[in-house]
């Protein structure tokens, strides 16, 4: 891991913490920051890839204000093309380079694969097919997240590893779950 996203991952885990301990958030979200994105553009420092679900909110669970992530939400935090596009441009035109694939605990997507439900459904069907093809036949609820997480890691690094505007050893990815229970993120690096 490069120094730069050593620091930022030291600065997420600290601002975690900190929501954990306050348990409040306390990023900054005022009208000067709003202006001064609006003027001088968007600088996110780390790109967040996020389940939908409304409990998982990644500025509140890192403690940052506008501007300082840069957020993709899908559902199951799988990813396709779009996703991908979305990565690639705040890589490589924001500069963000530490990627982290946020799962959570208790997902949704996760446990209706797990249980096999909306596999009929027209479109939750694609959410389902990439998270059965990351879990295969696992049945814990936790181990078939950190599984997903992990899959999605290898996704976003095999996709970069020889994109000719990114260099991919500035660029680190990282995966992460979530407990939407206690607010803590469990980094999988240090397992």
């Known amino acids: 891991?490069?120094?730069?996203?050593?620091?930022?991952?030291?600065?997420?885990?600290?601002?975690?913490?900190?929501?954990v301990e306050r348990d409040q958030h306390t990023g900054n979200?005022?009208?000067?920051?709003?202006?001064?994105?609006?003027?001088?553009?968007?600088?996110?420092?780390?790109i967040v890839i996020a389940c939908s679900d409304s409990r998982e909110?990644?500025?509140?669970?890192?403690?940052v204000g506008i501007g300082e992530l840069f957020v993709i939400r899908v559902a199951g935090n799988v990813l396709d093309n779009h996703q991908l596009g979305s990565i690639e441009y705040a890589a490589s035109h924001l500069d963000a380079n530490l990627i982290v694939m946020l799962g959570h605990t208790?997902?949704?997507?996760?446990g209706a694969t797990i249980q096999s439900h909306g596999g009929t459904d027209r479109y939750i069907r694609y959410i389902m097919e990439d998270i059965?093809?990351?879990?295969?036949?696992?049945?814990?609820?936790?181990?078939a997240t950190v599984l997903n997480v992990e899959h999605g890691v290898r996704?976003?690094?095999?996709?970069?590893?020889?994109?000719p505007e990114i260099d991919s050893a500035e660029?680190?990815?990282?995966?992460?779950?979530?407990?939407?229970?206690?607010?803590?993120v469990e980094w999988l690096e240090e397992q």
């Open 171 to 184: 660029l680190d990815v990282i995966g992460a779950v979530y407990d939407i229970e206690t607010g803590k």
């Open 132 to 143: 059965r093809e990351a879990i295969g036949d696992e049945t814990d609820d936790y181990k």
């Open 1 to 19: 891991m490069t120094l730069d996203n050593y620091n930022i991952l030291e600065k997420l885990k600290l601002g975690n913490a900190e929501y």
């Open 57 to 63: 909110i990644p500025e509140t669970i890192f403690n």
């Open 106 to 110: 208790k997902c949704g997507a996760v």
């Open 29 to 46: 979200v005022s009208s000067a920051v709003r202006l001064k994105t609006a003027i001088e553009g968007q600088h996110p420092y780390a």
């Open 155 to 163: 996704v976003i690094k095999q996709a970069f590893a020889d994109h």
